[in-house]
């Protein structure tokens, strides 16, 4: 363990030399700001779309033809709830409208408590029909005639993540929107009190209906989960050639530093400083390098996506036509933070050692007569 | 007491290749304690190569270098290191003052090795300062400082850890007369407080002076009489 003395005068060295690593602070810095930025949108959104997948019943059952989804009418209702275990089934309303005047779909989404001509808007909808003077009334189109619905009120900004595209309707009156008939549903929502059954229940309708999907809970999350895992994703490659190249900047770097800094350590080593004490040195100094590094990308990071939402950014995982300022969730993922931390404070360091413990061990006699 | 007692030294460059060559050759020299010694050659004679053997700034190929009967050249880096650290002094031709750095802050390097309150570090580092008579520069960078101003600096970080040893590489080599004689007077500081100072110079400043106690001379690596 080094002394008091011994780390102060490694300290006071590094502030002497703050030029020369100024430069790999910076880039270690920005990449890891980068790096946490990308984990922690991921990390948020994935976060907000697991809650919203655990507020609804145990399975989701479309019906799909052909990989094309088609209605379902009571039937399916009845049918299913005849299977043991399954204490509700719930139909739900639910398609795409195409706004053709702005080139953008809407969500549409059928919601029991509304009246029949009146509807709750997402943020990212009010701004598109606002742009066109859709302030109070919107009028949907189908095949058959024009839609006059009532704009009552806009979805509360905590909820972009599900909202930000949503038209919440009276049932009835998305249906007329979607051109489905009166008893025909888009979606069943299952409802399963025991979790032990809800895999048996969903092969059970499977089984039933050969033509439908009927994805449970934890398939849906599992899906999600896949769509933001890092390791398998463009990040994870951009991650690697981020710190490839960071690590060959680097490396030239500290061979330049250290060609100039050769003399430096000859002068220590002949006034009594050891092999082991000028590694020590190094490594205190760019201990503090890249972890201060490391601590100013990671909070530079937590203020780019919490407080200011990830400008820019947000926008690549969110996927949405809309324009969406969807507020994240502050969700960290530690063990996260620890791997960028192994990965990057670790090679950093004996990227730097390294050539200093060349030097070191090199005849210092020469060094000290130049 | 640091009596040096040095034995069939040999110090061998580049071996098993062409240009090998021999910087010392079987050197043999008693320095007895308290002792001021000059080693006296031209360029290239071996003075500093010797110097470095005796501080354990490298490793002679050959023979013995016992200081407090202890052979220093073969101890492991750690420990020889620690040697140096207490036992030697350095003051180089080129000072080797860490740039960027103050007086003060230079003169301090050795004791960041050490586990001193901070109130024993400044007593240290004044007491260098005032046997080095640089203290009215403490503060100042040293990269504005003079040549003599620098040297002074340079031999008051060799003495701040009080060694007994001080070992000087041509310390008068890049300093005017004004500049030479101020570290003469600093050599008899030296004498009077019993120190072993052996100095690597050809400047005939240091002939006759009453300080110095013995002159070696040196040609193509060997001790000549």
Redo the contacts between chains.
Sequence with gaps: MPSKNFIEYAILLLFKDRNDHFFSFLIFSFIVFILSSVLFISDSLQYDLIQSIKSHPQIVVENMRAGRAYEMHDGYVYDIMQITGVSNVEGAVDGYYYFAQKRVWFHVIGDAHLAKDEMVIGQGVQKEMAELYYKDVFHFLNEERMIAVKIDKIAPKGTNIISNDAIYLNPNTARAVLGMEMDEYSKLYVTVPNPNEVSEIALKIVQLYPSVKATSQADAIGAVRHLYYYKGGIFMILYVIAMVSFFILLKNQVGLVYGEKKKEIAILRSLGFCIKDIITLKFIQNAVVSISAYLLGVAGAYIYVFMANAPYLRNIFLGSELENSVSLTPVIDLNLLFLIFLFGVIPFLAFVILPAWKIAISDMSEAVKS | MSKILIQNLHKLYNPNKPNAFYALKNINLIVENGEIVILKGVSGSGK??LL?LI?G??KPSEGKILVNEQNIAKLP??M???F???E?G?I???F???E??SVY?NI?????????SKEA?HENVNRAMQLANIEHKKDQNVGSLSGGERQRCAIA?AVV?NPQIILA?EPTANLDKENSLMFIEILKKFKLLHKTVIIATHDILFDDLDCIDRCVHMRDGELVE
């Design positions: 500093s190569t470095s501080g700034l490298s880096d750690i020889s290191s620690a140096r650290h207490q030697i350095f180089f031709q080129s080797n003052l860490l960027g750095l802050q301090l390097a050795p004791l960041a090795l050490t586990t001193l570090i970080r850890m590489d």
